[in-house]
Nanobody
Framework: RIQLVVSGGGSVQAGGSLRLSCVIS???????IGWFRQASGKEREGVAC???????GYSNSAKGRFTISQDKSKNTLYLQLNNLNLEDTAMYYC???????????????WGQGTQVTVSS
């Protein structure tokens, strides 16, 4: 069984930055790993992913502001959040064992989530 432990959320003013971390107990070759978020009252949406061959993918709202990266030596997935705005307020989750980039239903393993709150 794969475990994912998320950290790094918090409260920040608009325009600020945060870095989220996700320690993954083991990876599954040939699958996607990614970050998702869910705002209150909304469906979970994909934010960014790393595809099996290392190529990254982003949602339109994340492009140019967020960066996904991976440190394989530490089994850790990161999401750097820059230029945050009020619409980025959500619970952020990491996920592993995916068969596509940004579709939540295609991921098998999930972390516990961390809250990101952006204020004006």
């Amino acid at each position: 069984r794969i475990q994912l432990v998320v950290s790094g959320g918090g409260s920040v003013q608009a325009g600020g930055s945060l870095r989220l971390s996700c320690v993954i107990s083991r990876t599954i070759s040939g699958t996607y790993i990614g970050w998702f978020r869910q705002a209150s009252g909304k469906e979970r949406e994909g934010v960014a992913c790393i595809k099996p061959r290392g190529v990254t993918g982003y949602s339109n709202s994340a492009k140019g502001r967020f960066t996904i990266s991976q440190d394989k030596s530490k089994n850790t997935l990161y999401l750097q959040l820059n230029n945050l705005n009020l619409e980025d307020t959500a619970m952020y989750y990491c996920a592993a064992g995916g068969t596509s980039c940004l579709s939540a239903g295609d991921y098998r393993y999930w972390g516990q989530g961390t809250q990101v709150t952006v204020s004006s």
